[in-house]
């Protein structure tokens, strides 16, 4: 529910949440050091941090910049890798889908259901009194329902050293994220420093498997030794080139190629099992010459399955050339559609050569640190969820924003997220180009994908985009319905122990009585739970002030609240209808 | 009886489990779908990254009264089977969450749950 940076996969840009870093940094120096983090070259952060007087803002902000790090690694994967570029067709498919999609539903005079795959379903079709499926509509359904089916297989636990992993392609980015992320404070900001942080992450965050599951593939491959200070030291040159490897999924309906195992080329979680089956055999030299280690990967991916990474990518690019060939040929596709399609594309392409070219900036956290990282620029996206007043600052461009109608009141305009007007870019800057039309697909096709695959059923969603794109397609004349089991996202009422492993503070406000909240109790409430229970909003506007102005502070509010045990006890029956 | 529409959502392993179990007469089964939406990765550990049970959902039309206890029956089976697992109830009309079922719970007490 509270995320400081994230990387949208349905349009590769970078969300960053000013209202959780002003929590985490306010000071002005400690944002133009995380400013330098986005959008400067990493030896203009590593100064902007050593000018910082105190020794706890640097750890900060050097713990922002890897975030930020980490995010950056996840915009190159997506594109890179070819489960991460199957990743985000899932959403281009959809984009290309949108206006034969609508036109289906108006011509027929339907309403549209949320999320498309009610439409397959027997069971659910009954329930939700969807006599017939308009036209069009089950083939791009069915498409969607397809795709989703993959990324749901590639979650299938697997058993790997006494455990059930579940290491498919969404852990193997993360992976790549979290190593090449540790990879750039360590190398950028020295061991020192590093260690530092290390030592002063939370118990749950130092054995977090979601990110450190790879450390147990290290260490059943020997890609770990024990430093002289008593430090394990992990091999990460060698599981950037396997996890790259894993990643290389063979897609597009090739027929695929299976160890005696039955291990498979086309799922991210076989492919790493059956790499790593192959590379016990073959002897791993640890902490070897990391051009060595890719190499090794690389030939064992082709005895394993028939092809080396680099072919596996080739073909995948050259099937995605075709499969463009035939987007652009559709008629009537939006242009901005098809802009957006043909720049993820040459951007692939180009990260793929230089890939071939010098292997070791995508598979070594040391050259990436240094060769890489300062180079990949998603677009930056800053969203103010409790919503800013006015417009947005100089230099920057509204994305969501609201004015209500007829209200000459200061409060009756505000903006809720905004992106830096079009950067000057250099010739090593690896970004998407076609600026405008990726603005557009940020605005209303992706929150639209977002509402046809799961309705608002999101873990990492910003309410006002989905409500501005359900407005705009009823604005358009599509009539929208939700499942009922995806109209709100799930556990909208949480404890508050992730609010202060964040912030590590040992104590706040209550957003309601303003009384003190200790760590250990109170909770956090979705904005979502307001905008479901109508009696809980009135009491929200009540303590927004009431009146015109607290009901304006409500409309712009779509932040979290921090909530006291007492003022829970008073709201929770609220909810409960 | 009127057919009775409960939603389960539970781990992947035990709605699969549940889904590839024998048909029985008067059970029909959804799609089992997924609970995390495709758009959910890729956020940066900066504190929240726990490692979550990937959740799946399925929708169950129980036809017979007999039907029902045997889908009861099922359940506790994976209870059982699946250590700590939780499985909750829905009513896919109105997406209310209608209880939890755990290794505290009863049989009477699910039984009264469907039967809601």
């Known amino acids: 529910m509270i995320q400081a940076f994230s990387l949208d996969p349905s349009s590769l840009a970078l969300w960053c949440d000013q209202e959780t870093l002003g929590k985490l940094a306010s000071k002005e120096s400690l944002m133009e050091a995380v400013s330098a983090c986005l959008f400067d070259t990493s030896d203009v952060v590593e100064r902007a941090v050593s000018l910082l007087p105190h020794e706890d803002d640097k750890r900060l902000v050097r713990r922002l910049a890897g975030t930020i790090w980490h995010e950056q690694r996840h915009f190159l994967d997506l594109m890179l890798t070819n489960y991460g570029a199957f990743r985000v067709r899932q959403f281009l498919t959809l984009y290309v889908n949108m206006g034969h999609l609508f036109g289906a539903v108006r011509s027929g005079g339907d309403t549209l259901v949320c999320p498309l795959d009610a439409y397959l379903d027997p069971v659910r079709r009954h329930l939700l009194g969807i006599d017939h499926v308009p036209e069009g509509v089950q083939q791009i359904a069915k498409e969607a329902r397809d795709r989703e089916s993959m990324v749901r297989n590639e979650r299938q636990a697997i058993p790997f050293a006494g455990q059930n992993l579940a290491f498919g392609g969404d852990a193997q980015l993360e992976a790549l994220g979290f190593l090449f992320q540790q990879g750039a404070v360590s190398n950028i900001f020295g061991a020192d420093a590093f260690a530092d942080l290390e030592g002063t992450l939370p118990h749950v965050e130092r054995n977090n498997l979601r990110y450190r599951w790879i450390f ?63 590379l016990k055999k073959m002897s791993v030299e640890p902490f070897q010459d990391p051009s060595k280690s ?45 802009l957006v ?116 059923a999101h873990r990492t969603q910003f309410g ?28 909208m009422r949480v404890e508050s122990s992730a609010f202060f492993l964040l912030t590590g503070k040992a104590q706040a406000v209550c957003d309601v009585c303003r009384s003190n909240v200790l760590q250990g109790s109170g909770w956090i409430l979705s904005p979502w739970l307001f905008r479901k229970h109508t009696r809980l909003a009135q009491q929200a506007i009540e303590a927004l002030g009431g009146g015109e102005i607290g009901r304006l502070k409500f409309i712009r509010d779509w932040s979290v609240w921090l909530v006291c045990d007492v003022c829970d006890a008073k709201w929770r029956p609220l909810t409960e209808s | 009886m009127h057919a009775k529409y409960v939603s389960f959502i539970a781990s992947r392993e035990a709605i699969q489990e549940l889904y590839a179990g024998e048909a029985e ?54 209870i059982k089977k699946y250590q700590g697992l939780q499985v909750r109830i829905q009513d896919p009309k109105s997406g209310r969450e209608l209880g939890r079922v755990s290794v505290k719970t009863s049989r009477e007490e699910v039984a009264r749950v469907l039967a809601s």
């Not at chain 1, 990474?309 to 080739?314: G, L, S």
């Open chain 1, 216 to 278: 147990l593939v290290a260490d059943a491959l020997g890609l770990t030794r024990e430093s002289s200070e008593g430090r394990v030291d992990v091999d990460a040159a060698f599981l950037g080139a396997l996890l790259i490897a894993g990643l290389a999924s063979r897609r597009w309906g090739q027929e695929q190629s299976h160890t005696a195992d039955g291990l498979g080329s086309g799922y991210c979680a076989q492919r790493l099992k059956g790499l790593f089956e192959t």
């Open chain 1, 294 to 338: 890719w190499e090794q990967v690389n030939e064992a991916a082709r005895l394993t399955f028939g092809r080396t990474v680099v072919e596996e990518m080739r073909e995948d690019y050259a099937r995605e050339e075709k499969w463009l060939g035939q987007v652009l040929a559709l008629p009537g596709l939006s242009e901005n559609v098809s």
């Open chain 1, 341 to 456: 399609c043909k720049d993820y594309h040459v951007l692939r392409g180009r990260l793929l050569k230089l890939f071939e070219e010098g292997p070791l900036f995508f598979t070594d956290p040391l050259h990436y640190s240094f060769g890489l990282v300062s180079n990949l620029k998603p677009i930056t996206i800053m969203s103010a969820p409790g919503g800013v007043l006015g417009k947005a600052p100089k230099g920057w461009d509204m994305v969501s924003g609201y004015q209500e109608a007829g209200s000459s009141s200061a409060e009756g305009f505000w903006w809720w997220s905004s992106t830096p007007s079009e950067p000057e870019r250099e010739e090593q800057t690896l970004a998407l180009t076609q600026w405008k039309a990726w603005i557009e697909i940020i605005e209303w096709r992706a929150p639209i994908a977002k509402l046809l695959m799961k309705g608002r």
């Open chain 1, 464 to 491: 006002p985009e989905l409500i501005a794109a359900e407005m705009r397609l009823k604005a358009g004349g599509t009539e929208i319905r939700f499942d009922p089991l995806f109209a709100f996202p799930r556990d």
């Open chain 2, 25 to 78: 007469d008067g059970i029909q089964f959804s799609e089992p779908v997924a609970m995390e939406s495709p758009a959910d990765i890729l956020d940066a550990p900066i504190g929240l990254g726990e490692v979550k049970v990937v959740l799946e959902l399925l929708t169950v039309a129980i036809n017979t009264t007999a039907a029902g206890a045997i889908l009861i029956e099922r359940i506790f089976d994976l």
